[in-house]
C-alpha cells in the first residue's frame, strides 16, 4: 500500500506579541527547517521522504508576507535570536535544524549565539560569511523571476516547476516581493554576509556540522561552504556534483541520502566529553571535502 501524503498543518506560534505562522508536518523527532532568502519553496519530494522519521516545524520568516514584519529587526542576527526564543518558549530544543541559503545563515546565527539549542546543524549553500574568492550573486539586482531560475542549475530539474506552487501568481509575486524587501533591510550592507560571524562560530563546540555544497552554485561561491567547514570545529563538507543552489531539487536523492545518514551520527555527549548516540536527559535514536 503506498505511503499517504503527509498533512501539513498551518500553526500560529505566539513569541514576544508575534503571531509566527509555522508549518508543521511528518511524525518523529523534530527538524527545524529554515527557508531561503525567496521565502518557503513549498512542501517538496525531498521534505516528504524526511516526515517519515521526522517531524518538520518551519516557521514562515517575519517581513516575509506571511508573518508580520517584526520592526525591531535589524540584522539577521536579531531573526536569529527571535528564533532561538521561539525554540526555548515552545519546549522544542535541543533540535536538529536544516538551513538553506540565508535560513542557513539565521542557524549559524542561532548556533554561534547558543549551541546548545541544536544537537545537528545541516547548512545547505550558506551565506553568512564572506567568501575568500568570489562574491555573493547580488540577486537584488535582478529580477524576481530570473533570481528564482539562478537558484537551479539544471533547468529540467524534476521539480523545479512545482516550486512556489508552480506558475508564479499574483500573490505568489508579492511574497517574493516582500521577501526581497526585507531580505534587502537585514542585509544590505554588507551584502548578505557578517564579517564577525566565523570569529563567533569559532567558540561553537561539540556541535555535529553538515556543510551542502552544490559544484554549480551561482549565488553561493564554494568560498562560502569552505569559510563555513573552517569557522565551525568539526563542521564536514560535501560538494554535490551536478548541482546548484538547490541540491535538494536538482538530485534530490543524493540530498535525502546525505541528510538522513548525517541525523543519524550519533551525539558528543556533552556531559562527560565523550560521543553516544543517546543524550543523558533523554534516549534518542540515535574533515571531508568529497565529491558526491
Known amino acids: 500500500m503506498a505511503n499517504q501524503p503527509v498533512e501539513l498543518v498551518e500553526k500560529v506560534v505566539g513569541v514576544g506579541g508575534v503571531g509566527l505562522v509555522t508549518l508543521e508536518g511528518g511524525s518523529g523527532r523534530p527538524l527545524l527547517m529554515l527557508h531561503d532568502e525567496l521565502g518557503f519553496p513549498g512542501w517538496m519530494r525531498w521534505n516528504e521522504a524526511l516526515a517519515a522519521d521526522r517531524r518538520f516545524v518551519v516557521p514562515l520568516q517575519p517581513g516575509f508576507g506571511r508573518t508580520p514584519r517584526v520592526d525591531w529587526f535589524g540584522s539577521v542576527r536579531d531573526v536569529a535570536a527571535f528564533y532561538a526564543r521561539m525554540l526555548r518558549e515552545s519546549g522544542l530544543g535541543p533540535v536538529d535544524v536544516v538551513g538553506f541559503s540565508a535560513g542557513g545563515w539565521i542557524a549559524a546565527e542561532m548556533a554561534a549565539s547558543d549551541p546548545e539549542l541544536f544537537d545537528r546543524m545541516v547548512l545547505v549553500a550558506p551565506l553568512g560569511i ?139 555527549d556533552r556531559s562527560f566529553g565523550r560521543t553516544s548516540s543517546v543524550r543523558m536527559s533523554e534516549a534518542r535514536p540515535g574533515k571531508m571535502q568529497n565529491a558526491v
Open 130 to 268: 564572506r567568501p575568500a574568492e568570489g562574491e555573493i550573486l547580488d540577486f537584488l539586482a535582478m529580477t524576481m523571476r530570473r533570481h528564482v531560475m539562478t537558484t537551479v542549475s539544471n533547468q529540467d530539474a524534476e521539480e523545479l516547476a512545482t516550486m512556489y506552487g508552480g506558475a508564479i501568481s499574483a500573490e505568489q509575486f508579492e511574497l517574493f516581493e516582500a521577501a526581497r524587501a526585507e531580505s534587502s533591510r537585514l542585509a544590505w550592507e554588507p551584502f548578505m554576509f557578517d564579517p564577525t560571524l566565523p570569529h563567533r562560530l569559532a567558540g561553537v563546540r561539540d556541535l555535529e556540522t553538515l556543510i551542502i555544497w552544490g559544484e554549480r552554485d551561482q549565488v553561493a561561491p564554494r568560498g562560502c561552504a569552505e569559510a563555513y567547514e573552517q569557522a565551525i570545529p568539526g563542521a564536514r563538507l560535501k560538494v554535490v556534483t551536478g548541482v546548484g543552489h538547490r541540491p535538494e531539487i536538482e538530485d534530490r536523492h543524493q540530498f535525502v541520502k546525505l541528510v538522513s545518514e548525517f541525523l543519524e551520527t550519533p551525539l558528543p
